[in-house]
């Protein structure tokens, strides 16, 4: 899956979703579109699922030469919708480039947040 990918970001985030697909992992998503973040836990051994999507409704399809999208998606285990005004603290020290990092600053406190159920 790797090979496809011809930037080293593209390659360092299909990694990291192997890893969390095999190992399992703490997940911050945030869907700038719809205004949504929700967290999680992906268990270990998680197959990574490919859903098809129609673009939307554009101008300009170049980004879409095939006329759909390919996501490649994990589901999680546990999950919650964080609302703006929670977890302030987490939302200041998430990383702000690449479509899937490692958040090495958040010391633990996702992992307590999600397996304590603070919320």
Same mark, same amino acid.
């Given at each position: 899956m790797k090979k496809n990918y011809d930037t080293s970001q593209g390659r360092t985030a299909i990694r990291y979703l192997l890893d969390i697909s095999?190992? *399992? *992992?703490?997940?911050w998503a945030e869907y700038s579109l719809i205004k949504k973040t929700m967290i999680g836990f992906v268990k270990p051994n998680t197959e990574i699922e490919i859903i098809s999507l129609d673009p939307i409704k554009s101008k300009d399809t170049s980004n879409f030469p095939h006329g759909k999208l390919f996501l490649k998606t994990l589901k999680f285990s546990k999950c919650e919708e964080i609302k703006p005004s929670e977890l302030l603290m987490l939302k200041a020290r998430r990383s702000r480039q690449g479509t899937f990092v490692r958040w090495r600053n958040c010391f633990g406190k996702l992992t307590k947040v999600i397996d304590q159920g603070i919320l």
């Open positions: 095999k190992n *399992g *992992g703490y997940v």
